[in-house]
Structures are given as structure tokens and as C-alpha cells.
């Protein structure tokens, strides 16, 4: 089939790349290299696929992207991702991950695209998990905490509004905490590339606040395996894509250091502000109506990713 991956230069939409091109769909790329690399892209481009540099906020990058592309698929996971950035500049982040998210609705209803797939968020939709009953379902009370997970509930509020308005299959994966090869370790969230990052410097990496905060940790080829069975197989959503399992930093930290055969050493922060102290998410509706779990067990996973992060 023919594939417009937003994002697909990133660390989760280059996986997914890869993905379909190894399967022989024609995948065009659209991504402005803020945060992804055009080398994550090398194998998919020698095996086809190609790279638009262009932003899904201007119309006219959309334009040739679907000219070029004719995309049947549209896979959306271009966005603003850094949490303290939407806190500082909210109009920014809703720009990008709303706004960018009407206009490609926009066209691929123009173009009768037959599955629209949108990268949203498990980890900062629902808000503070502390004092819920966990993992949470996907019928929970959105409480985000902050304009990230507003605007990506936002974006998902316009998935369900074109798909009752305009008939267009659209789907929400509500994605738990990726890991894996290819994350970015600079960013601000990604704490196992940033764990492995450090450890592979020789740095101790650090701990805010008393590290048991609790995340879903979800591989990164199990989320691509969500986002293209779902493109598949259809169905509403929004789908939580996770584990299901709390796993907190220090354990986390201790899995990770195993990975660098060592003891997890650490340099101890102040807790940060606003920090989401509990969360998971119930990955059980995504198993009833797509036929997918995770499969892939934490500790391997880390793993691979340690060896990435080394090179080896
Ligand atoms: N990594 C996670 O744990 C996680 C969790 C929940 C949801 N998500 C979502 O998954 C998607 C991919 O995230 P990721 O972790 O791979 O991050 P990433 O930063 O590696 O990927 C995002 C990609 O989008 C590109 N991009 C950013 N703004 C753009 C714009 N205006 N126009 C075109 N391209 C733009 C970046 O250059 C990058 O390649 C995002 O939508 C993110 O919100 C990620």
C-alpha cells in the first residue's frame, strides 16, 4: 500500500517505517528533522522508501505530500513532544499537535485515505494515576496535567468528530512509555535513553525525587506492531497501547544497569514539579479488538536497547 508517515525521521515513526517498507508498501516520510535524523532513515530509503523535509504545520508540505505520496494509509505521529515546552509555550504545542492534526485530517478526507492512525498519548492523557484503580482503561477520566496531553486529547477529539462527520476511519493509539533503539537520549523524557546514555558515557545518571514514580514501559516494536495492525484491522479506539505493568525508576534503573553489568549508582534530584507520580494503562481493549499485546519482555528489551546505545 502506499504510506504517509508523519514523524517518520523520529524514533518510533522510523521503526514503523522500516516496518511497512520491509513489507513492500511505497512509504513517503514527512518530517521536519527538529528532533529526527535523517540516518534513521538510511536502510528504508535504500529500500525504497523517501523523505520529504517539510513541517505538518504548513500547508504547503502537506500539499506535496500527498501529491507525491497518493497516500491509502496515513500514519500521524509528527508532534511536539517536550512536556516542559508545551508548559511554556501552550499556542506552540497546540499549533503542532492539534492544528497540524486538522489540516492532515483535512486532506486526507479530501483524499479518501482508508485509515488515518494517530499517535496520541497513555502517559499524559489521563492525568495523576496515584489514587486510581491501575492500569487505567481508555474510558478513564482525562485529566491531563499538562498542554501536551491537552492538545494531543484535543487532536484525538477531532479523530472521533471525522469519523462521525466524515466517515473516516481514524484511530487513536494511546501510547504508554516507548523504548528502544533510536530515542533520542537529549530529550527530556525517554529515561531509558537517557539512562543509557549516561551509563554508556560512564555518567551517573539521575534520580528526581525518590525514584518511585511508576510508567508503562512499552517496546518499540510492539508499538509499531499496534500502529500497523491497527491500519489493518480498523476499529474505533482510542486504543491504550501498553503493558498494563508499573515499573518505577529505580527498578527500571537497576534492569538498565544489569544490561551495563553493573550496580545501578545513581545522582539523586529534587522532585520535579508537576511530575505524574503513578501510571499504566489497560492494554486490554487493544488485545479484544485489534489482536494486540506486547510481547516484547522488559528485561530484553533493555537489553537490546543497552546494546544499541553501545553500539554494539
Ligand atoms: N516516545 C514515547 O514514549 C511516546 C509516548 C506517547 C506518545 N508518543 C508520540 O509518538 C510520536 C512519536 O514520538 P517519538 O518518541 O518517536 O519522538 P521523536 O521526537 O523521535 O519523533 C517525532 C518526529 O516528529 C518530527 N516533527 C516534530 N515536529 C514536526 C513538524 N512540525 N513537522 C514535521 N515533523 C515534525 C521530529 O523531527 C521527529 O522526527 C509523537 O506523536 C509522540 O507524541 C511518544
Redesign the pocket.
Known amino acids: 500500500m502506499r504510506a504517509l508517515v ?8 522510523s521503526h514503523l517505517v522500516d516496518a511497512l517498507a520491509a513489507r513492500g508498501d511505497r512509504v513517503l516520510a ?8 535523517r540516518e534513521n532513515l538510511a536502510r528504508a530509503c535504500d529500500a525504497g522508501a523517501e523523505l520529504l523535509e ?4 504548513d500547508e504547503a508540505a502537506l500539499a506535496e505530500a500527498f501529491e507525491r505520496g497518493r497516500p491509502e494509509l496515513v500514519f500521524h ?5 517536550d512536556v516542559r515546552r508545551s508548559v511554556s509555550d501552550p499556542a506552540f504545542d497546540l499549533d ?2 492539534a492544528g ?1 492534526t486538522i489540516k492532515l485530517l483535512e486532506r486526507a478526507r479530501v483524499a479518501g485515505v482508508a485509515r488515518f492512525v494517530f ?6 492523557i489521563y492525568g495523576e494515576g496515584e489514587g486510581r484503580d491501575l492500569p487505567l482503561p481508555e474510558d478513564s477520566d482525562c485529566r491531563p496535567d499538562a498542554p ?1 496531553g491537552q492538545s ?1 486529547y484535543a487532536a484525538e477529539g477531532y479523530l472521533g468528530l471525522y469519523r462521525r462527520l466524515h466517515g473516516l476511519a481514524t484511530i487513536a493509539l ?6 528502544g533503539p533510536r ?2 537520549p537529549h ?1 527530556e ?2 529515561v531509558v535513553a537517557i539512562f543509557c546514555n549516561a551509563l554508556r558515557e560512564g555518567r551517573l545518571p539521575r534520580v528526581f525525587g525518590d525514584g518511585e514514580q511508576t510508567r508503562d514501559y512499552v517496546y518499540a516494536a510492539d508499538v509499531v506492531g499496534a500502529f500497523v495492525t491497527a491500519a489493518e484491522r480498523g476499529g474505533a479506539g482510542p486504543y491504550n497501547i501498553g503493558t498494563g505493568v508499573e515499573t518505577s525508576v529505580i527498578d527500571l534503573g537497576r534492569r538498565i544497569a544489569a544490561a551495563f553489568d553493573r550496580e545501578f549508582e545513581f545522582e539523586p534530584a529534587p522532585a520535579r514539579l508537576g511530575e505524574i507520580q503513578r501510571i499504566s494503562i489497560d492494554p486490554s481493549l487493544a488485545g479484544r479488538e485489534l489482536g494486540w499485546a506486547a510481547g516484547q519482555d522488559l528485561d530484553r528489551g533493555l537489553a537490546i536497547t543497552a546494546d544499541w546505545f553501545r553500539g554494539d
Open positions: 508523519t514523524g517518520g525521521a523520529g524514533f518510533i515513526g514527512l518530517d521536519d528533522l527538529s528532533s529526527g535524523r517539510g513541517s505538518v504545520t505521529l509528527a508532534a511536539q513532544i503542532v499537535n497540524a499517535a496520541s498519548t497513555g502517559g499524559a501536551y494531543k494511546r501510547l504508554g512509555n516507548v523504548y530515542q533520542d530529550g523524557a525517554g
